[in-house]
């Protein structure tokens, strides 16, 4: 059925609803696990106001904590691989618009499934805090398992 299945993550407690379902799925399918998370780049107006702030290199500290952040993240994620018995790489990359690269990278990768996890938002909610599901829904031609 499933041969490539990219999974996505942001850190949060409903991602890894999604990574563990999705890796869940993938072991018991023999697929391929590739999980993602898409950091945005630090905002110029940010890391202005860091080096007000007194910090010398914004850019290189932010990095630093990025780099900190997914060491952790990767630590549990092979964890719960390891569980599940799932083969998975691990993927970071950063980019201003998260939906448009996990569309990137699901068509790079040539994955045959999608895993999301989403809060199911609606109406203003929806419009106001944007949904990178629903981005993700719209432009892309593989089929995405939405996780709630």
């Given at each position: 059925?499933?041969?490539?299945?990219?999974?996505?993550?942001?850190?949060?407690?409903?991602?890894?609803?999604?990574?563990d379902?999705?890796?869940?799925?993938?072991?018991?399918?023999?697929?391929?696990?590739?999980?993602?998370t898409?950091?945005?780049?630090?905002?110029?107006?940010?890391?202005?106001?860091a080096?007000?702030?007194?910090i010398?290199?914004?850019?290189?500290r932010?990095?630093?904590q990025?780099?900190?952040?997914?060491?952790?993240?990767?630590?549990?994620?092979?964890?719960?691989?390891?569980?599940?018995?799932?083969?998975v790489?691990?993927?970071?990359?950063?980019?201003?618009?998260?939906?448009?690269?996990?569309?990137?990278?699901a068509?790079?990768?040539?994955?045959?499934?999608?895993?999301?996890?989403?809060?199911?938002?609606?109406?203003?909610?929806?419009?106001?805090?944007?949904?990178?599901?629903?981005?993700?829904?719209?432009?892309t031609?593989?089929?995405?398992?939405?996780?709630?």
């Amino acid at each position: 059925m499933y041969k490539h299945i990219l999974i996505t993550t942001d850190g949060s407690e409903l991602a890894q609803k999604g990574v563990d379902q999705g890796l869940k799925l993938a072991a018991r399918l023999g697929a391929k696990g590739t999980v993602l998370t898409v950091t945005e780049p630090l905002h110029p107006a940010a890391a202005r106001a860091a080096i007000q702030g007194g910090i010398d290199d914004p850019v290189a500290r932010y990095d630093q904590q990025i780099d900190q952040a997914m060491k952790d993240r990767y630590e549990a994620i092979e964890q719960i691989a390891t569980r599940h018995g799932a083969t998975v790489e691990l993927l970071h990359e950063t980019d201003e618009f998260p939906a448009e690269a996990i569309v990137r990278v699901a068509k790079l990768k040539d994955c045959d499934l999608i895993v999301m996890s989403s809060h199911g938002r609606r109406g203003i909610q929806k419009m106001l805090l944007g949904s990178q599901t629903s981005e993700v829904l719209v432009n892309t031609t593989v089929p995405v398992l939405v996780i709630r």
